[in-house]
């Protein structure tokens, strides 16, 4: 049975930090890509980060970049989202996925699981 669980939403100040954790379970796709994507109130759930399942590429929604950076541990079977320069826009619940294949999308069609979602608010 595969799992996402994450993990390190909260409440911070616009300019402020988070490190978001997703820990994962189920052998077979521990090396697939995974991405984080985030749904504010009203709106659609949208792409934000992703990486490859090796972990050697990454790729941005325009919003975040500079400011966020995804990264992957095999080892331990987690992904991380550190959130600097938080504005009160990247107000929303955040979700881990993990895709189809060892590369990365950006199309919430193309991840096969998802985590219960984190909540991150920031106030300005």
């Known amino acids: 049975q595969v799992q996402l669980d994450e993990s390190g939403g909260g409440l911070v100040q616009a300019g402020g930090s988070l490190r978001l954790s997703c820990a994962f379970s189920g052998v077979i796709f521990m090396n697939y890509g995974r991405a984080w994507f985030r749904q504010g109130p009203g709106k659609e759930r949208e792409f934000v980060a992703a990486i490859s399942g090796g972990g050697g590429s990454t790729d941005y929604a325009d919003s975040v970049k500079g400011r966020f950076t995804i990264s992957r541990d095999n080892a331990i079977g987690t992904v991380y989202l550190q959130m600097n320069s938080l504005k009160p826009e990247d107000t929303a619940v955040y979700y881990c996925?993990?895709?189809?294949?060892?590369?990365?999308?950006?199309?919430?069609?193309?991840?096969?699981?998802w985590g219960q979602g984190t909540q991150v608010t920031v106030s300005s």
């Open positions: 996925a993990t895709s189809k294949a060892r590369s990365y999308f950006r199309s919430v069609h193309d991840y096969l699981y």
